[in-house]
């Protein structure tokens, strides 16, 4: 069987395989690991991120100014999973984040920022549906990250994969207040 290509869509033809049944998974590179793996944990918050993404796309009235950005960030964040599912060597022609994809999000988050009124203070999650989604990714967001932070504690992970993270965060955050324009936002009140 000859390697799959880079463009090529991957090719699941059995769900199940009974290979985790003893409590290990393959790595991206065929190599075996526990589950209890912090990478396995990175790139298993980075799909919970991507299943709270599907959430908003299932909201049939979400902007189109927010659909399109978030659904090629659905297709990013499995390229991210597939970074962070691979021992990390810098220059190994594997498919990993790229400084453009994170600066990409920074565009996003300068355009879309730009349109919204001044913070005065830290806002609540909530608003609309759209928003209070979108606040519930950005909250998983943080947790991939950090899950992706802490892995590269114990082994070489991509450095440019939690930078994508962290800077998905901030598109998330600024795409929720977005999401809630024209309505009211509800901001933080220490002490009340």
Excluded at 108 to 131: T, Y
Excluded at 142 to 167: F, I, K, Q, S, T
């Amino acid at each position: 069987m000859s390697p799959r290509k880079r463009d090529e869509p991957v090719r699941l033809t059995k769900i199940y395989t009974r290979g985790g049944d003893g409590g290990e998974t393959s790595l991206g590179d065929g190599s075996r690991v526990s589950k209890l793996d912090l990478r396995v944990a990175a790139y298993g918050a980075v799909d919970e991120l991507n299943s709270t993404l599907g959430l908003v796309l299932a909201l049939p009235d979400l902007d189109p100014d927010l659909r399109d950005p978030l659904e090629r960030i659905q297709n990013e964040l499995f390229d991210v999973g597939a970074d962070l599912s691979v021992p990390f060597s810098p220059d190994d022609g594997r498919l990993r984040v790229t400084q453009a994809s994170v600066d990409e999000l920074e565009r996003l988050c300068d355009i879309h920022n730009e349109r919204l009124p001044e913070l005065k203070s830290f806002v609540l999650p909530g608003g609309n549906e759209a928003g209070a989604r979108l606040n519930l990714a950005r909250a998983v967001c943080r947790r991939a990250e950090l899950a992706a932070l802490a892995a590269g504690r114990e082994v070489e992970v991509d450095p440019l994969a939690p930078v994508y993270l962290n800077r998905l965060s901030d598109l998330l955050f600024i795409l929720a207040r977005a999401a809630n324009a024209g309505g009211v936002e509800r901001l933080w009140r220490p002490g009340a």
